[in-house]
């Protein structure tokens, strides 16, 4: 049976001790739906070897994660309205409004998902793809989405990601009037955050951010460390109510497109 790998690497000592279902959710950025298809099918290789989801990984290791060929990510076109940045026969890029998830990760839910939303509008105009989130934001965050439009693509994207520049507007509580670089490692792991003040206010300041790592949450969590939440986190800051919006905004994300190796420089206006 023919697959697509969607992933290979070399376990490295700063991935050293995390479990495959960490890689496939941290490092790899795969959706629930995607990870438990990946282990359904004996797609999460340790050295050749079809391994253990909980397996902890040592240096050295060789992981291969892939998928059958055939195998489709299901999503239920759902009607959303996007605002489309840039599209060609690969990749759709689409500006998030803040409060819609990127994709569902309990069943049954209502609202409509980016993922469901570009589903439909691959629908509308007669294609039969399924869409691949590269990446994810927040529900409360906002900006460039970039989804691929084959399993390939998503997997070129995924491996090249590290080395893809992303820069977010950030509003933060207190004043910074200074640059700054944040590393402190993240459930113990890797995390680097570069800021740069832009408009210092009496109680705010709004940031140019640049992250090099992509840990969940790790924006919120290094501003929040240095004590600066977001402006809007009532996770790791110190908002009292969900409606009050995350002020954290992907602006730009600058790739090389894995077919044409052009330079794409994607840019969603802050609303």
Same mark, same amino acid.
């Given at each position: 049976?023919?697959?697509?790998?969607?992933?290979?690497?070399?376990?490295?000592?700063?991935?050293?001790?995390?479990?495959?279902?960490?890689?496939?959710? +941290?490092?790899?950025?795969?959706?629930?739906?995607?990870?438990?298809?990946?282990?359904?099918?004996?797609?999460?290789?340790?050295?050749?070897?079809?391994?253990?989801?909980?397996?902890?990984?040592?240096?050295?290791?060789?992981?291969?994660?892939?998928?059958?060929?055939? +195998?489709?990510?299901?999503?239920?076109?759902?009607?959303?309205?996007?605002?489309?940045?840039?599209?060609?026969?690969?990749?759709?890029?689409?500006?998030?409004?803040?409060?819609?998830?990127?994709?569902?990760?309990?069943?049954?839910?209502?609202?409509?998902?980016?993922?469901?939303?570009?589903?439909?509008?691959?629908?509308?105009?007669?294609?039969?793809?399924?869409?691949?989130?590269?990446?994810?934001?927040?529900?409360?965050?906002?900006?460039?989405?970039?989804?691929?439009?084959?399993?390939?693509?998503?997997?070129?994207?995924?491996?090249?990601?590290?080395?893809?520049?992303?820069?977010?507007?950030?509003?933060?509580?207190?004043?910074?009037?200074?640059?700054?670089?944040?590393?402190?490692?993240?459930?113990?792991?890797?995390?680097?955050?570069?800021?740069?003040?832009? +408009?210092?206010?009496?109680?705010?300041?709004?940031?140019?951010?640049?992250?090099?790592?992509?840990?969940?949450?790790?924006?919120?969590?290094?501003?929040?460390?240095?004590?600066?939440?977001?402006?809007?986190?009532?996770?790791?800051?110190?908002?009292?109510?969900?409606?009050?919006?995350?002020?954290?905004?992907?602006?730009?994300?600058?790739?090389?497109?894995?077919?044409?190796?052009?330079?794409?420089?994607?840019?969603?206006?802050?609303?």
């Amino acid at each position: 049976m023919a697959r697509v790998i969607l992933a290979e690497l070399t376990i490295t000592p700063a991935l050293a001790g995390i479990t495959g279902v960490e890689l496939l959710k +941290e490092e790899l950025k795969l959706s629930a739906r995607q990870r438990q298809k990946v282990i359904r099918t004996r797609g999460f290789k340790v050295n050749g070897r079809a391994a253990h989801s909980h397996t902890k990984l040592k240096v050295g290791q060789v992981v291969q994660v892939s998928l059958p060929a055939e +195998e489709q990510v299901k999503v239920e076109p759902k009607p959303l309205p996007l605002d489309i940045i840039y599209e060609d026969d690969h990749l759709l890029v689409v500006s998030k409004p803040a409060g819609t998830i990127v994709h569902h990760i309990k069943p049954n839910q209502k609202q409509p998902s980016l993922v469901e939303g570009a589903a439909y509008y691959f629908q509308e105009q007669g294609m039969v793809i399924t869409p691949r989130p590269v990446h994810r934001l927040d529900r409360g965050a906002s900006g460039v989405v970039v989804f691929a439009k084959t399993a390939e693509i998503q997997a070129a994207l995924t491996k090249a990601w590290s080395g893809i520049t992303k820069i977010y507007w950030v509003k933060v509580h207190g004043r910074l009037d200074r640059m700054g670089e944040i590393t402190e490692p993240i459930k113990g792991k890797p995390a680097r955050t570069k800021y740069l003040p832009l +408009e210092i206010g009496e109680d705010t300041t709004t940031l140019k951010v640049q992250i090099f790592t992509g840990r969940t949450h790790q924006i919120r969590i290094h501003l929040a460390g240095i004590g600066h939440p977001v402006v809007g986190d009532y996770r790791y800051g110190n908002s009292t109510s969900r409606r009050e919006r995350l002020a954290l905004h992907c602006w730009q994300i600058t790739l090389t497109h894995p077919v044409t190796n052009v330079s794409l420089q994607l840019t969603a206006p802050l609303l």
